[in-house]
């Protein structure tokens, strides 16, 4: 990311109708389309610090969204939150093994504070199972500390080289999960149940199917046991990563002494759990439901449900605008979130553009003649279907309609998943299907043996999203690369 | 800070009745107590990274109701929220000359991204006017953007040398908002009413009355144009700063080229302000209200209003338990927040200690006599009265005690501040009285000079906290000083 960008206060007047046709088509280049939607629809932009992007307040608001409806599934399951320092002594990162290989690479090291030179450097977190983990062993004493069940939302920083706003940044947001249990097998069912409380959030609000499984070892997290995860299809056809859940085992418990004396009187290491999501999502959400006009958002995740657009004729202010009002009130009243764009400096023309562009689910338009009428005119963004509604049927038909996008966008985004999935036994299709333009998600058995992991990833840039709990069994299947016996059913995409 | 403290795994057993006495009274030694509340409440503890804090489940709920009431606010007087980067270049922070100054010996840098030495050095925030009004410059462009009303709930780094948990730590959480305006006035109508936000939310939720006044020019925020402040009186006697909120004038718009094409077409650069309360507040609410027995909570700000304690006779967990749930679920349908502690392993007695220790409002106790009797006991944790309450009167009364408490606690704070006020024009008496056990405020006429404030300081250690805007006025008086004719009301105090 640099500074090259030009002013792009897209409020301003004087940019009128090029607005939307300044995005590029998603067929004639999708990573352009993505970086067009980001920056046009004001959901974040570039800054001087390399890597590091500003979520602006349109998308931060979708993060809000996200927030206040994972963090209440992680609260009625049990959880709470807390917040842990950012930094990180050098000599405590080093402590676990395979964390340290993992992240040291892409670590930011504070060594001066003020104008003095630190004894030890500081890591700017990356993640924090080992400064709770700290924590956890000052804390825990007896088995019935146990489970110790904390969340915290917080920024980390990995010094990416490569960076994508949302998908990939050197500085994120996100939330992270760490919890400390009294068996293996809570620790597995909390990994577990975290899994699924990811996959109903994402399907349920951002409209985002999801694949839950296992991932190969070469892929899970440095210093996990096991590590699960959801993944979603992009629009173009490649996977995307949308949460994980590690089951730690005992490793993090040896290197960092989260020890508690047991119901046998014996003092033994806790088992832990850590499990995230990040901003990634709205990465996510824009690339599974966003098209050619810009963003589309489910109704449970956006900002604004309804953007109501009086249409300025005569004196509008006076006849129009009131209307306008009481309506914006009453489906508030109602719980909706409501946007009236009462502008005097755009045309409805531009007003309509832009709210596609900013994927609110209904456009709600009024005008004298509506007035006249006893009517408005709404707008689907999703279908594009409208519909002029009698006043009294307003409040039941955008209830109705935001039910029916919400599960539209879910039913469309699993239909061209099903239609992008494959199954095959065969190395050659496998490649011929990886070449293609939106090469999608190939379910193939598997001899999992990471050398060969490796060569698939090398010859063709997919790798194993993971191992699908819902895929068929491999039993008595061979491997579709090296024909030995498959001990597993694998999801291979190529993926952000 | 350092990691000396023992483990102090307070839920586990055989910790017993102990718990609560090894309070330190607030009469032996206020700060000591402060400590003791802030770690045996579970508020916070100490890392092992240098003035470095875990804010703890139980805190983190208190800045969860802060953040929700606040951010409630802010957003109901048309601020939006988002997110900008932790990181800031060095060139960048060293554009506004008072602003460097004021912030360049406190701040961390980072030098390493990986393995590789960084060409420019990174200032983690202190504080983010400088990021931001690089962004700014970039989206603004006409009249018609304005004003920009942003605000963002973050951490931010300052390497303090001497820290005490919540009041001053290294990493701190706070929310700071950025404005930008086309007028001068218009931003000074801002910084106000930004104030009386604050003032009205603290003092509404926090039961904390505050001070609202503007700071002198030497206790201003380096690089604002005017600073204001919301000031509180601890219960040693000692201030606290609540909250700030600054005029920025065209300071930060010039260094960094907030510039934007007026309504006369004419170029010219933005006026800005910039406001936070952090964390510092959960300190003050600590030592606002709190006593020998530990944290005394506001019902709107504690994250239990009301504590369950079933009395444990006989086979309680079928013949108590159930109406105990029962009456739980009752006042959580009425948004009361409540905690059923039904924990086997600890006595009545030993919960009565602990929720009072974590300043419960309520406490609410029910054993098979009450049964019987159709009643519970309630106990008011700020007055100590305790009362049977017949069942069919539950509910009303706890609400009414709620208010009760909410409306008492503010109003006790209030008088023992009036009582801790004093008004001099006598530096001797002035002495006197700053080197008393609870030197509390003192209003005095003021000359305005920075040489003789630094002289008070000096000698007496204590500070202009601001020039109230309630103050008579100094009209007419001689400084208390230096007998110089006196231009405004200072409020003096020691601070934390």
Redesign the interface.
Known sequence: MSQS?Q???N???GKGEAFVTAITPQSEDFSRWYLDVVRRAELA?Y???KG??????Y???I??RIQHLLDARLKATGH??????????ES?LMKEADHVAGF????????????EKLEE??A?RPTSEV?IG??YA?????W??LPIL?NQW??V?R?EKVTRPFLRT??F?WQEGHTAHETEAEAEEETLKILQVYKEFVETELAMPVIEGRKSDSEKFAGASKTYSIEALMGDGRALQAGTSHNLGQNFAKAFDIKFQGRDKVEQHAWTTSWGVSTRLIGGLIMVHGDDSGLVLPPNIAPYQVVIVPIPRGNWQETVLPPAQAIRDQLTAQGVRVMLDARD?YTPGWKFAEWELRGVPIRLEIGPKDIEKGQVVLARRDTREKQFVPMADLLPQVSQWLLDIQAGLLEKARQLREERSHYTESYEEFKALMAGARPGLIYAPWCDDAVVEAQVKTETQATIRNYPFTAPSAEGKACFVTGRPALVMACFAKAY
Request: hydrophobic share 50%; net charge neutral; with cysteine.
């Open positions: 960008q002013k792009d206060g409020k301003g007047a932009d800054t001087m610090v590091c992007m500003v979520i602006r307040p998308g931060y608001a993060w809000e709470v939150n807390a917040y842990f320092p950012l930094f990180i002594p405590l040291a690479p892409e670590v930011a090291w504070v060594t001066h504070g003020g104008s450097r500081l700017i400064i700290t924590l000052k804390w825990l004493q007896s019935r500390d904390i917080a920024n920083v010094w050197t500085e947001l400096a």
